[in-house]
């Protein structure tokens, strides 16, 4: 079944506290991206990637990092977690190319919240 | 003048309504245009892409306007299970997508 996996689903913590939110794709997809959404504000991206080895900051990255190692997976990591990070994330692929480009597929979400 | 505009709603709407929804964008280089559905605290999901000739997929129907750039996303016949928010999505460059704020709608019955 072709999917987004992202774990965990729920992670409480605290301030300062080093963490890895995982993602990743089986559809061989070259795009790969991280949003934030929050109440009012939207989905905002905070960082995408067009293939293994290439990321770029979206709208708000400030806080976060991210590596493409491998073209399935691409992990979010907050070094330095900060209550302002407590937030929905959700990670998404597409494919570049054929009649499913930028066809957005998302995982089922990350529920974040930092103490 | 943010990227892509929604009216946030709600819009209230009984079973059996049609009713619309308008998206406009700000990029006139953007070149790929979508409605995503998000259930509540849930992920969006494609509902369907926007052609230039405009498209229907059974009781939605989607319009692109080029020229005063926006799309368009129609629903007829209500159903209580269209309640959800409805995101539009424009890609700009070949790849880059924004996401519109959402237009929250409520079939009751």
């Known amino acids: 079944e072709a999917q987004v996996t992202q774990n965990p689903r729920y992670l409480i913590t605290v301030t300062g506290k080093k963490l890895t939110v995982t993602c990743s794709q089986n559809m061989n997809h070259e795009y790969m991206s991280w949003y934030r959404q929050d109440p009012g504000l939207g989905l905002r991206q905070i960082y995408y990637s067009m293939n293994v080895e290439v990321t770029d900051k979206g709208d708000v990255p400030e806080g976060y990092k991210v590596s493409r190692k491998e073209k399935r997976n691409f992990p979010l990591i907050l070094e330095s977690p900060s209550p302002n990070q407590t937030s929905l994330y959700f990670c998404?692929?597409?494919?570049?190319?054929?009649?499913?480009?930028?066809?957005?597929?998302f995982g089922p979400g990350t529920r974040l919240t930092v103490l | 003048r943010k990227e892509v505009e929604q009216d946030p709603g709600p819009f209230n709407v009984p079973e059996g309504a049609t009713v619309a929804f308008n998206c406009t964008y700000s990029?006139?280089?953007?070149?790929?245009f979508f409605w995503y559905r998000q259930d509540c605290r849930k992920e969006p999901k494609l509902l369907m892409s926007v052609y230039s000739s405009g498209n229907e997929d059974g009781r939605f129907t989607a319009q692109l306007n080029r020229a005063s750039q926006y799309i368009s996303l129609l629903i007829r016949d209500s159903k209580l299970s269209d309640s959800a928010t409805y995101l539009c999505?424009?890609?700009?460059?070949?790849?880059?997508?924004?996401f519109g704020r959402g237009t929250s709608l409520i079939v009751h019955p």
């Open positions: 998404a692929s597409s494919t570049l190319s054929g009649a499913s480009t930028n066809t957005q597929y």
């Open positions: 999505v424009v890609t700009r460059g070949s790849y880059i997508p924004t």
């Open positions: 990029n006139s280089a953007s070149q790929s």
